[in-house]
């Protein structure tokens, strides 16, 4: 099983600034099946990125993942209120599809 | 557009069993795969084992063996997961997404399901 660790666990940062979040493979991720989703209080997570780099459709290009092999970024730009959420990895290449532990985005 | 409906919250003893579905509309049942998804009250999201409907298969992630069984019935557009032996630690939202029956990430989820486990 593909172990996935995301840090920090929570990130402090002030609206219209940019937070940077990090998702750590326990082995390398062939063919960088990354995706990153964001879950927002009572609701279901939604896609943000998959591939690793491409946006979900209607995703705003203030998101932006990056990375292959065993580390991976998610970097959102001018943060706006409702960016703060928590976000989750998923690898989806090797069953089974495990998910990071979420990093929880928190206005400063 | 497409989008999962999932049944209503659920509240069960421990030691019983418990089926959710999920209605697929807007498109082609077949052509994708239903996953579901758990999480515990506070905690992250768990992926529990999926169903490819156009083959029929079904996978589980090895924690859930023998305990869950994921369905589909293309003539209705509708998806199951069943668990059985409930516990406490059962207790969670349960959702379904949808994958394009591929390594595809999950783009469209159901809203969720609160399944409650108490005595």
């Known amino acids: 099983e593909i172990v996935l660790t995301q840090s920090p666990g929570t990130l402090s940062v002030s609206p219209g600034e940019r937070a940077t979040l990090s998702c750590r493979a326990s082995?390398?991720?062939?063919?960088?099946?990354l995706a990153w989703y964001q879950q927002r209080p009572g609701q279901a997570p939604r896609l943000l990125i998959y591939?690793?780099?491409t946006r979900a459709s209607g995703i705003p290009d203030t998101f932006s993942g990056s990375g292959s092999g065993t580390d991976f970024t998610l970097t959102i730009n001018r943060l706006e209120p409702e960016d703060f959420a928590v976000y989750y990895c998923?690898?989806?290449?090797?069953?089974?599809?495990?998910f990071g532990q979420g990093t929880k985005l928190e206005i400063k | 557009q497409v989008q999962l409906v999932q049944s209503g919250a659920e509240v069960k003893k421990p030691g019983s069993s418990v089926k959710v579905s999920c209605k697929a509309s807007?498109?082609?049942?077949?052509?994708?795969?239903i996953n579901w998804v758990r999480q515990a009250p506070g905690q992250g999201l768990e992926w529990m084992g999926g169903?490819?409907?156009?083959?029929?298969?079904?996978n589980y992630a090895q924690k859930f063996q023998g305990r869950v069984t994921i369905t589909a019935d293309d003539s209705t557009t509708t998806a199951y997961m069943e668990l059985t032996t409930l516990t406490s630690e059962d207790t969670a939202v349960y959702y379904c997404?949808?994958?394009?029956?591929?390594?595809?990430?999950?783009?469209?989820w159901g809203q969720g399901t609160m399944v409650t486990v108490s005595s």
């Open positions: 997404a949808r994958d394009d029956a591929g390594p595809q990430a999950f783009d469209i």
């Open positions: 807007g498109a082609t049942f077949s052509n994708y795969a």
């Open positions: 169903v490819t409907p156009i083959f029929g298969s079904s």
């Open positions: 082995q390398s991720l062939t063919g960088s099946f």
């Open positions: 591939g690793a780099s």
């Open positions: 998923q690898q989806y290449g090797s069953s089974p599809y495990t």
